[in-house]
């Protein structure tokens, strides 16, 4: 199995517990659908946080920089100790 399927069935499952878990929790439906609204945009923010930070290494990466800074980066920790 590769990586992105395995993180794929672990973030379905996830939504899927925790929709299952709100839907069953003893409340009105005002409040469960707010519940759901707020999850859904705590990991759609999550996701495009993630999806910006692999976007950044990779025009790093395709313009050189990447490979510079972390030598860069590397070198001045070494330095520091």
Sequence with gaps: MTTSKAVLGVLAGI???VTIGVLLAPEKGE????????KGED???AINDKID???EQLLLTISG???KQKEEG????????
């Design 31 to 38: 409040r469960i659908r707010r519940k759901i609204y707020r």
């Design 74 to 81: 590397s070198a001045e920790s070494s330095q520091m100790k």
């Design 43 to 45: 990991l759609a923010d």
């Design 53 to 55: 930070d692999k976007f």
């Design 15 to 17: 939504a899927a517990g």
């Design 65 to 67: 920089k990447g490979k």
